[in-house]
């Protein structure tokens, strides 16, 4: 396992850090974790991958099989990139550490939209850092088809400790898909997940991602978005899966003027899970803009779905939509929506709603001929059903269907 | 097709039908009037069979078959449907999502956008159901999924009210279509329960039957249009004496 070369005072900074406690989620003692993983063997073709390995990556959205549908992929198990290819010129796909490696000025990328010292995570993950994806597009390149990145948890009882960089250089535009995914039995493991995104001048990512786990899984993603001006964020994030543990609350920041930032969450809590789940932005420059949007849905878990946004500059408008459905009494849908301006020409909004599924909507469905279970089936689709304003079509198509996929486990 | 005898109705623990007979072949229009708060739409949702509405007493009987008892979709199924006073949004699910649902012989895309065309309703295929909605709007959506449905008994509450003129006329004639009206009479089938506050839609629809509803009890049957001048003149006041 290689090291990253970073500053002494980044290394400073994340040892008195480490044992600082998020104020979110429930403490998790990396003690209980391994650190080390051997070495696993490079793939020139991913598709000899083991049937059910290939499996668990296609339900979080990872394709191997008809991969020129794809303008990269990078597949990283547990501490080793074992595969990754960019087939576009102007797209660069490779594991962080071979990034730092060929990049001298890559090194000033590291920590600047996620503090080191955040808590006890990002610590961790700076001292014990393994890997990580690296994907860049270089100005004005755009992808034809979105890059996959898959992160995989192999080996039981593991800590993973990557560190993921993404830029869009000026007026390029990056489509990614990433999938965290792991072996598929029921047993302990950990994921900690730096990811620091940068946006430059014109530039759009959109990054969606399908967390796809078991219940003992422990999760710990902490991600920093920097978004300059006339840049565009898009977040689709898909959680439908059982996961022991999972907390992580993104932070975006629009410093150019006119940046925009749109989250789009789509949360499923079986019995069993407990989510800590939100995005944050900080409007910091004039005209930025920012839509929150969630749908959290219990079937017997506990999620707490937060969002916040900070208006600092003006003519900058944010709104925050957090909609809960109670499926099973078991389970509890907490939302937290925080609005903060500073200034008086912002136009910032939220809107909050939890409930069951109404019996009087059912009701309606059932007098046109639908039967009560495909009745409140229609009802749980369409509420999870979130319209992505500017996502490629077939990126929406294969999220929608992955949605699809994970209901019919649920309802 | 439909026989009510001697029903009584249960909202909660409050009676609001009491002893109610209504008979409807196979063919025939029926207008149902009757005051703000006087038990039409329970009538209806009783018929359909929404579980709110407890059937205390009495019978309903469709095409021979006592449905008291049955679910709503098994209702339906059997051919009845309805437009609603007041339909939820269901957020999430478009229209024309719930027009293919409920289409019972699996209808293309291509005949549903006809009929929404029919319906100037167009635009509103790819919006969620009922959201933002105006008033005409629902009104003619309620129709259009009748007529996507296709039901033998069409069970219609005020599909005129809070509906401009103009509007007015464009549903009476989705009415007459979904009740088979342009087919000579002895070639009609389907049946329909039109509930009526106003009247309005009566220059449109013609109707065979009239009946008040005053205070759950239907006070007085006849011929439609002569029911409506009388209210018309004299208002419902007038039914109070009949009452009694
Ligand atoms: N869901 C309900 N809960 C309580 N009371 C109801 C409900 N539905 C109807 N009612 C009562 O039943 C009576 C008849 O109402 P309704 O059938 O809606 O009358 P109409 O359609 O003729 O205006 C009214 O007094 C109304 O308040
Ligand atoms: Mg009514």
Known sequence: MRKIESSKSSEDKARAALSKPSPLGEDIDLNNYIRSADELPYQDDPLQLPVETKKQMIQAGIILDNSNQRSGTIIQMDHSIIHSLSKQEGIEVMGTNQALEKYDWLSNYLWKAVAVDSDKYTAHVELNQSNGYFIRALPGSKTLYPVQACLYLARSNLAQNVHNIIIAEEGSELHIITGCTTAPREEPGLHLGVSEFYIKRGAKISFTMIHNWTPEIAVRPRTGIIVEEGGVFLSNYVIMKPVHSLQMYPLARCVGDNATVRFNSILVAPPGSTMDLGSQVFLNARGARTEIISRAITTGGNIVARGYIEGNAPEVKGHLECRGLVLREEGTIHAIPELKGTLSNIDLSHEAAIGKIAEEEVEYLMMRGLARDEATAAIVRGFLRVDIEGLPPQLSLELQRAVKASEEDFM | ?244
């Not at chain 2, 469709?62 to 949004?89: M, T, Y």
């Open chain 2, 1 to 244: 097709m439909l026989e009510i005898k001697q029903l009584s109705v249960k909202v909660r623990d409050r009676e609001i039908l009491h002893g109610v007979n209504l008979n409807i072949k196979a063919g025939e229009t029926h207008v149902l009037f009757g005051p703000n708060g006087s038990g039409k739409t329970t009538l209806l949702m009783t018929i359909m069979g929404l579980p709110k509405y407890r059937v205390t007493k009495g019978s309903i009987k469709f095409k021979g078959k006592d449905i008291v008892g049955l679910p709503i979709d098994e209702r339906a199924r059997l051919g009845i449907g309805a437009s609603l006073q007041r339909p939820p949004a269901v957020r999430g699910v478009k229209t024309r999502e719930i027009l293919t649902a409920c289409s019972r012989e699996q209808m293309g895309r291509e005949s549903i956008g006809r009929m929404a065309e029919k319906a100037n309703l167009t635009d509103l295929m790819d919006r969620e159901i009922n959201y933002g909605f105006s008033g005409g709007e629902i009104k003619r959506s309620e129709l259009l999924q009748l007529m996507a449905q296709g039901p033998d008994l069409a069970l219609l509450d005020e599909p005129e009210s809070g509906v401009d003129l103009v509007s007015i006329a464009l549903i009476g004639q989705l009415i007459n279509e979904l009740l088979e009206k342009e087919h000579p009479i002895r070639n009609r089938r389907r049946a329909g329960l039109i509930i009526t506050h106003t009247g309005h839609i009566l220059d449109y629809v013609n109707a065979r039957t009239g009946y008040v509803l005053f205070d759950g009890r239907i006070i007085c049957e006849g011929d439609p249009r002569e029911i409506l001048e009388t209210i018309k003149s004299k208002g419902y006041e007038e039914c109070r004496k009949c009452a009694r």
